[in-house]
């Protein structure tokens, strides 16, 4: 099987799981591989470089080695190609990649036994559209249109599926996804929501308004934010700078039809995972 290795640059020990992991699939009989970056970074021996994901045929998995951050990396470098993350944490909150680095050897074993399940989770298709065209990201855990000025405030026209809703006088929209809603949304006092869930959240960031409540939509129901006024809007991406929108520029948000998919060893439910990595008590 193909299997494509994540890293984290920033996480020394990310080698040393990397090399485990590359000697673990060529001993069983697989194909380790990464684009050319983590390759570099990663430098095991007996790994294959490719420049993306695209010209791997019939990929299979991704171990993904790092924190989050590294699960968020791994889905966009994915791009929609339905091969499963397995996530293996050397970051600090490992919520999203539960594997620690002493069950490597076991989750890849129990993995091609076929003896885990896999996880499906919602992600964004965002669409800019801009005066010089449009782009396309897509987004496991929020888009996020912000000021760029500090000391002032923006414009944001919501529409929700093509009917205006109101217009925010805020610091900025958080379009969310349930599995963002433990991100950055949840920062901003956005409602927590079960990753199983099909829905998409809105979050306001500081809103000056009297309405200023987050709104949970069903996951059919298309998002559109659109640049007011004449302040320029920043849009990030899972935490990664897009691009600067203009007055008249809009942002789009759909539930994609392409899922990304974790590998869970055991069933677990949601609150569980949320009082174990928050550290909350029964107290």
């Not at 790994?47 to 019939?58: H, L, R």
């Not at 944001?156 to 996804?177: E, K, M, S």
């Not at 990664?240 to 929108?245: N, P, R, T």
Request: hydrophobic share 45%; glycine share 8%; proline share 5%.
């Amino acid at each position: 099987m193909n299997v494509l290795i994540v890293g984290n640059s920033e996480r020394s020990e990310s080698a040393d799981v990397a090399a485990r992991a590359v000697r673990w699939l060529v001993a069983h009989g697989h194909r380790p591989m990464a684009v050319a970056a983590d390759a570099a970074m990663l430098h095991p021996d007996n790994i294959e470089t490719v420049d993306s994901v695209g010209e791997v045929d019939d990929l299979g998995l991704v171990v993904s080695i790092g924190g989050d951050g590294t699960m968020l990396r791994a889905v966009t470098l994915l791009d929609g190609v339905p091969a499963p993350v397995l996530g293996v944490n050397v970051g600090l909150l490992g919520y999203l990649a539960e594997v620690e680095p002493s069950n490597l050897e076991t989750a890849l074993t129990r993995f091609f036994a076929h003896n885990v399940e896999i996880e499906r989770r919602l992600v964004l298709d965002v669409v800019a559209r801009t005066a010089s065209g449009s782009r396309q990201w897509r987004s496991l855990n929020e888009a996020s249109l912000e000021k760029q000025h500090a000391g002032q405030t923006v414009r944001l026209r919501l529409h929700i599926d093509g009917v205006p809703f109101t217009t925010y006088q805020a610091d900025g929209i958080l379009v969310a996804t349930p599995t963002g809603s433990t991100a950055y949304s949840m920062s901003a006092r956005g409602p927590v929501i079960s990753p199983g869930h099909e829905a998409i959240l809105i979050t306001p960031l500081a809103p000056h308004m009297l309405f200023d409540r987050s709104l949970v939509l069903r996951a059919d129901e298309a998002v559109e934010v659109e640049v007011v006024g004449q302040r320029p809007v920043g849009l990030t991406v899972d935490g990664q700078e897009a691009l600067s929108l203009q007055p008249g520029d809009t942002v789009s948000c759909s539930a994609s039809d392409r899922p990304a998919l974790f590998v869970r060893l055991e069933s677990r439910r949601f609150h569980q995972t949320l009082k174990a990595k928050f550290g909350l008590s029964d107290r």
